[in-house]
């Protein structure tokens, strides 16, 4: 299945996430995995054609993913 550019930016994002999760300490980093998937998870239901809501999201998802492979960010919350 070929996908668009778009889906590939998400993708990339989405795995992205999971790869900094791994460079946490082992003993949090389900909480990291667990933050992401349920982010990428609450916005299954946005229309694939909705680019500006999509390109939106990609930017908040990148800033936050700065924030969190920060090396002072031991943990996160829900």
Do not use: W
Not at 5 to 20: P, T
């Amino acid at each position: 299945m070929k996908r668009s550019g778009i889906q590939r930016d998400v993708l990339a994002l989405y795995r992205l996430c999971l790869r900094e999760a791994g460079k946490k300490p082992k003993e949090v980093r389900d909480n990291f995995r667990n933050y992401a998937r349920e982010n990428f998870r609450a916005h299954l239901e946005i229309d694939r054609r909705d680019f500006a809501t999509i390109e939106h999201l990609l930017r908040v998802g990148q800033r936050k993913l700065e924030v969190y492979s920060q090396p002072g960010i031991k943990n996160i919350a829900r």
